[in-house]
Structure formats: structure tokens, C-alpha cells
């Protein structure tokens, strides 16, 4: 008996991070090219979680550190706010996206250049990490389905 305890325990704690990970969705990752690698890059995404979740952080080996933004207006005034979890509510897309929610990419070790792609992995609080690669797209790009048309 302990030892089908044991296989089931086992089992259990090997699917559970497959599961969750099929629980949240990433796609349309993309970053926008740079000119310079002493200024941030900016990427963006969308996540859709069948569960509800948290973001709670981001990394890739072409930046230093990478922060959540959101964009706050005050009348004709836009200014970015660092948010330090990002809340997926179930079965809704977050669509981070120019002119709103974005993801910083601080430190870059290199310029992004056009047409390469780079890894980024998102730690959620329940589908724990998720691992994507980001294409580059042009400085001017607007999104990964403009590049396809």
C-alpha cells in the first residue's frame, strides 16, 4: 500500500507543473528592435490563463532585469508605473501591447536586432515557469501580426 502511495505521490508531483503550464497560455511575443544597448528594449505579449493568477516576474538572458509597466494618463500627460505583479483574471486575455502595459527590458546586453528572436521565462504564483522566445521585429513595428501581412 505505501509503495502505490509512494507511485501515486510520484506521479501527481511530476504532471502538476505540466498541467499548470497548459493552464496558461503566451503567445504573439515580440520586441520591438533598438538602436543602442545602453537604452531599455520594450517587449510585449498576450497571457491567457484558464485559471485565475499572477505574474510575478520575468527574466532573459538579453537584459539585466525585466519590469512590468503599465501606462497611466493624466489628461494629455502619459506616464509609465512599474507594477510588480501583473493579476490574469480566468479565462481573459491580457494583451500587453504598445501605448499600454509593456514589458521593460532593462541592462540589454546587446542591441535587439531585427529578425532574431531571444528567450524570456514568466514565473506565474500557480503554472509556476513558462519559457517563450521573443521575435524581433522593426524599431517601428506594431505587432506580430503587422510583420505577417
Given at each position: 500500500?505505501?509503495?502505490?502511495?509512494?507511485?501515486?505521490?510520484?506521479?501527481?508531483?511530476?504532471?502538476s507543473?505540466?498541467?499548470a503550464?497548459e493552464?496558461?497560455?503566451?503567445?504573439d511575443?515580440?520586441?520591438?528592435?533598438?538602436?543602442?544597448?545602453?537604452?531599455?528594449?520594450?517587449?510585449?505579449?498576450?497571457?491567457?490563463s484558464?485559471?485565475?493568477?499572477?505574474?510575478?516576474g520575468?527574466?532573459?538572458?538579453?537584459?539585466?532585469?525585466?519590469?512590468?509597466h503599465?501606462?497611466?494618463?493624466?489628461?494629455?500627460?502619459?506616464?509609465?508605473?512599474?507594477?510588480?505583479?501583473l493579476?490574469?483574471?480566468?479565462?481573459?486575455?491580457?494583451?500587453l501591447?504598445?501605448?499600454g502595459?509593456?514589458?521593460?527590458?532593462?541592462?540589454?546586453?546587446?542591441?535587439?536586432?531585427?529578425?532574431?528572436?531571444?528567450?524570456?521565462?514568466?514565473n506565474?504564483?500557480?503554472?509556476?515557469?513558462?519559457?517563450?522566445?521573443?521575435s524581433?521585429?522593426?524599431?517601428?513595428?506594431?505587432?506580430?501580426?503587422e510583420?505577417a501581412?
Amino acid at each position: 500500500m505505501r509503495k502505490l502511495i509512494a507511485i501515486v505521490v510520484v506521479a501527481w508531483a511530476v504532471a502538476s507543473p505540466a498541467h499548470a503550464q497548459e493552464s496558461v497560455r503566451v503567445f504573439d511575443a515580440w520586441a520591438r528592435a533598438t538602436i543602442l544597448a545602453s537604452r531599455p528594449g520594450a517587449a510585449y505579449l498576450t497571457i491567457e490563463s484558464a485559471a485565475k493568477d499572477r505574474l510575478l516576474g520575468l527574466t532573459t538572458p538579453v537584459a539585466g532585469h525585466v519590469m512590468i509597466h503599465a501606462v497611466e494618463k493624466d489628461g494629455d500627460i502619459s506616464r509609465m508605473k512599474h507594477i510588480e505583479t501583473l493579476e490574469l483574471p480566468a479565462g481573459q486575455r491580457v494583451t500587453l501591447a504598445p501605448g499600454g502595459m509593456h514589458l521593460m527590458l532593462m541592462g540589454l546586453q546587446d542591441k535587439l536586432s531585427e529578425g532574431t528572436a531571444f528567450p524570456i521565462t514568466l514565473n506565474f504564483e500557480k503554472a509556476g515557469e513558462i519559457k517563450v522566445d521573443v521575435s524581433v521585429l522593426g524599431i517601428a513595428a506594431e505587432g506580430p501580426r503587422e510583420a505577417a501581412e
